[in-house]
């Protein structure tokens, strides 16, 4: 095999691997329908109908900043507290803009979609998302966007499949 072969064959053995294992990255990855309707799965994660969790909004010029407690029943955000100032002002005068876990999840997916400079987000073990970062252009100033997920749990009757116990998951708050 003369050298230019040698060096095609081994371009297209290189690209070959590096395909395939970007492709290994987007396996899990649904239709942007799936992304934002409720019931957003991530590997054995299921986005539940009803569960509550509290979300640290940050960075950006953004309305949504701040933390707030949130319960979603049947896919849509039931109830949003705002836990500091910027929170409060959010659920008075924009509460539509409180999201559920799976509209956090297709915000990610649009902005990879979108080619965005960071776009990643960081699981539980259980598959539901800790952490989400967003950049649409790193050299723009406040188009950033940080969300922080903690104290997520499903509803009752969700988490135990089984004890058909249906206690509001809001007394958390």
């Known amino acids: 095999m003369t050298a230019p072969a040698r060096a095609v064959s081994r371009a297209v053995l290189i690209g070959g ?3 395939a294992v ?10 942007p329908e799936a992304e934002s ?21 940050s960075e950006g010029e953004r309305s949504l900043l701040g933390t707030f407690r949130i319960s979603v029943r049947d896919g ?3 109830k949003a507290v ?12 924009a509460p539509d803009a409180v999201p559920t876990l799976g509209e956090l999840l297709a915000e990610l997916e649009q902005a990879r979609r979108d080619d965005a400079d960071t776009a990643e987000a960081g699981y539980a073990a ?13 050299n723009a100033v406040d188009d ?12 009752n009757a969700e988490r135990t499949g089984s004890t058909g116990d249906t206690t509001d998951a ?3 708050t």
């Open 17 to 19: 691997i590096v395909c």
């Open 22 to 31: 970007a492709a290994c990255g987007t396996a899990a990855s649904t239709s």
């Open 37 to 57: 309707a409720p019931g957003h799965v991530r590997g054995d994660w299921r986005e539940p109908a009803s569960y509550t969790y509290t979300l640290r909004s």
């Open 76 to 78: 849509a955000v039931v």
């Open 82 to 93: 705002g836990l500091d100032d910027s929170a409060r002002s959010t659920v008075e005068h």
């Open 126 to 138: 259980d598959g539901h998302p800790v952490r989400i970062v967003l950049d649409w252009e790193e």
């Open 144 to 155: 950033e966007a940080r969300y922080d997920i903690t104290a997520y749990e499903p509803a």
């Open 170 to 172: 809001r007394r958390a």
